[in-house]
C-alpha cells in the first residue's frame, strides 16, 4: 500500500511540473515555418497587387538609375543585363500547378509551351532601356535546348530587340555565380559597360562585373 501511495505522490508530482507541448524547449515547432502554410502564403502573394507592386518598385530604382547615370559619360558600350525566370518572365502558373516541386519533365513542357505571362515591372524597364540604346542582354540559366523556345516566349510576351540571348551550354555544372559573372566578365571585356543588372536572385547578382544591381522578390525557390 506505501507503494502504491508513493507511486501516486510521484506522479501527481510530475503531472504538476509537466509543461505543455508547446513549451519554449520546443524551437524548431516555432522557427520553421509550417511548410503547407508557407506555400499557401507564397500563392496568395504571388497573385496580388503588392507582389506586383514591389517588382515595379525594384524595378523602377533601375529606372531612376539610369536616368542619373546617363546624364554622365560612359566608357565603352552601355548595356543592361537581365535575368529571365522570376525577373522578366513568371512562371508562377507552373509553380502553382506543381506545388512549388521542380521536376524535369513538366517543368521543360511548361517551357516548350512558352507562354509565360511578363513581369510588367521589368518589360517597362526592358523598354526603358531599349529607347536609350542600351544593349539588352539576357543572362539565364535555361539551356541551349530552351532557345527557341525562350525566344518565342520573350517575343510573345512583349520583349523584342535584344542585343544578345545568353543560355548555359547543355550539361554545363557550373553555379549560377560563376556561370553568370564569367559571362558579365567576357561582355565587359568585349568593350560592354554593364551599367546595370537585374535579377531575382544573389547569385544573378554575384560576382561583379556591373555598376549596380537589383533584386526583384521571389519567395518561391532559391537557386545558390
Do not use: H
Not at 511548410?35 to 499557401?40: Q, R, S
Not at 497573385?47 to 530604382?61: A, G, I, K, M, P
Not at 529571365?84 to 513568371?90: A, F, N, V, Y
Amino acid at each position: 500500500m506505501k507503494i502504491v501511495r508513493a507511486l501516486l505522490v510521484l506522479a501527481l508530482s510530475v503531472a504538476t511540473q509537466a509543461q505543455p507541448v508547446n513549451s519554449s524547449f520546443l524551437k524548431g515547432e516555432y522557427a520553421i515555418p509550417n511548410i503547407g502554410v508557407a506555400k499557401n502564403l507564397t500563392r496568395e502573394y504571388c497573385r496580388s497587387q503588392l507582389y506586383r507592386d514591389e517588382v515595379s518598385f525594384v524595378t523602377n530604382r533601375a529606372k531612376e538609375y539610369l536616368e542619373v547615370r546617363l546624364q554622365a559619360p560612359v566608357d565603352g558600350k552601355p548595356a543592361i543585363v537581365f535575368d529571365i525566370d522570376e525577373t522578366c518572365l513568371s512562371n508562377f502558373p507552373y509553380m502553382d500547378e506543381y506545388d512549388f516541386a521542380f521536376q524535369n519533365g513538366p517543368w521543360n513542357a511548361w517551357i516548350d509551351k512558352a507562354i509565360a505571362p511578363p513581369l510588367e515591372g521589368a518589360l517597362d524597364l526592358y523598354r526603358y532601356a531599349r529607347t536609350k540604346s542600351l544593349a539588352v542582354i539576357f543572362l539565364s540559366g535555361r539551356n541551349q535546348m530552351q532557345r527557341l523556345q525562350t525566344e518565342n516566349n520573350l517575343r510573345q510576351a512583349g520583349f523584342e530587340g535584344w542585343t544578345e540571348l545568353i543560355l548555359k551550354d547543355i550539361g554545363s555544372t557550373q553555379t549560377a555565380v560563376a556561370f553568370k559573372s564569367d559571362n558579365r566578365k567576357r561582355l565587359a571585356q568585349s568593350g560592354y559597360n554593364i551599367l546595370v543588372n537585374i535579377g531575382d536572385q544573389d547569385s544573378d547578382l554575384q560576382g561583379g562585373y556591373a555598376e549596380s544591381t537589383f533584386k526583384i522578390p521571389n519567395p518561391m525557390y532559391w537557386v545558390p
